[in-house]
């Protein structure tokens, strides 16, 4: 199969290499107010015309302030590593023309190839909920593609700015490996968790770590922003697989390899099982009007908490999975209208929600049917997907981890993350 990019791109002219893609999750499809440059829920990474990456070449131990901004101001790419007001480490890097270098981070500079912002919980956007204070560093995360077959693709902590450098302060966690290199790790971190299995049917959670600035892979802090770092993990490696996890402290993006995105649903298959689902003729057992989902356009677009009280608009009691049209009665609770319910077929009380087919296919690890939703937001997928994202636990804030809904980073039920849907079919 191919997925939506790789759709876009058919034609005469020879397809550029692609790496890889790089999606947001919290987001079904597009971000709320639309995709717009540098701006979007998922980023391409293809082969560039020119190699950009750097490797690291010479070290300067610098004494005094000025030094070390005589370094920097040539032109080069550098890190520098301020171990006291007198005492800097500057490590040079050079041209690598064997990899590409694309970098991601809050800044809007233009060294900063996909921009991130703090993802809303819910499927808001973060311009129209504005973030007191966002955690995403301006320059977080790098990733260097080799150009040449097998195309792998590493992560590393930290981007370069506008200067062509990576400035660790006196704060930062830093230190000198045996080999004499040194290395550090950005302010909240930037953590990685590598699925077991790739990304399919079968995958099981792996376990999360932290990237420092070189690329070494450590276990993570006791919080995400302690000056002392975790232990070395010798045996695991800073090279993205199909379905790894970055998360930026504010944003977990999912890396998708060009080879893993073939066995993803496209766009058209999904269209094509929702017009299968309403083709059904579904119908409410009570007002026994027929229910159908709405186009994928409008599903992208909806905020799962906003109420749509449609006739067709489906609707479904979480605790048992019973789907219905929309009806005013069966409230438990006035303070929230739709959060105690009880279901008119069986008796089962919980959420009561607006159902919304997911329409991201990067976070779809089969094409199965739609059958299964999450709780509580009401997200719709295939039951494997549903059952692999309500298993892995995705970092929230700074030390604290829980299952979400990939579509709308809602956080999921402890007791439920998922529930099968149960419709009725047309009576006649």
């Known amino acids: 199969m191919f997925s939506p990019g790789q759709e876009e791109h058919c034609g005469p002219t020879k397809e550029p290499v692609k790496y890889g893609e790089l999606v947001v999750l919290g987001y079904n499809g597009s971000l709320p107010s ?25 070290v300067h131990i610098l004494n005094n302030p000025q030094a070390s901004k005589a370094v920097n101001c040539k032109g080069q790419h550098s890190i520098s590593y301020t171990l006291s007001r007198n005492h800097t480490v500057v490590v040079e890097y050079s041209h690598d ?42 320059f977080a995360c790098r990733v260097v593609c080799e150009r040449n077959p097998p195309y792998t693709a590493r992560i590393y902590a930290a981007g370069f700015d506008s200067s062509k450098n990576i400035f660790l302060g006196e704060k930062a966690a830093k230190w000198k490996n045996p080999d004499g290199q040194m290395d550090g790790l950005t302010t909240n971190g930037v953590l990685v968790m590598h699925p077991r299995g790739g990304f399919t049917e079968e995958s099981k959670p792996g376990v999360w770590r932290e990237i420092s ?105 979480l605790a048992c999975g019973h789907v219905h ?25 919980g959420p009561y929600v607006p159902l919304w087919l997911g329409c991201e296919p990067a976070f779809y690890v089969d094409t199965g049917a739609p059958t299964y939703a999450f709780v509580p937001c009401g ?37 439920q993350g998922c529930s099968k849907l149960i419709f009725q079919g047309p009576v006649d």
């Open 379 to 415: 997200h719709v997928c295939s039951e494997k997907s549903t059952r692999y994202w309500s298993e892995i636990p995705l970092p929230h804030g700074t030390h604290a981890f829980h299952a979400a809904c990939p579509f709308c980073a809602t956080q999921l039920s402890f007791t």
């Open 325 to 349: 049209g929309y009806h005013d009665w069966g409230h438990r609770s006035e303070r929230e209208p739709n959060a105690q319910r009880e279901c008119p077929m069986c008796r089962a009380v």
């Open 213 to 317: 600035v070189c690329g070494d892979v450590y276990t993570l802090r006791e919080t995400r922003s302690a000056q002392t770092r975790g232990k070395l993990v010798d045996s695991e490696s800073n090279v993205l697989q199909d379905g790894s996890l970055v998360d930026l402290c504010g944003a977990t993006l999912l890396w998708r390899t060009a080879e893993g995105l073939f066995h993803t649903p496209t766009q058209k298959h999904l269209e094509a099982l929702r017009q299968e689902l309403n083709a059904a003729r579904p119908q409410c057992p009570v007002g026994l009007n027929t229910l159908a989902f709405p186009s994928m356009q409008r599903c992208s677009r909806a905020v799962p908490s906003v109420a749509l009280q449609e006739d067709k608009q489906p609707w479904a009691y």
């Open 97 to 138: 023309k064997d990899t590409d270098m694309f970098q991601i981070g809050r800044s809007t500079e233009s060294p900063i190839d996909f921009v991130v912002t703090d993802t809303v919980s819910g499927g808001g956007d973060s311009e129209d909920t504005p973030i007191t204070q966002s955690t995403i560093s301006r």
């Open 34 to 58: 639309g995709d717009r440059g540098r701006r979007r829920s998922r980023f391409a990474l293809y082969k560039r015309a020119k190699a950009n990456g750097v490797k690291p070449s010479t």
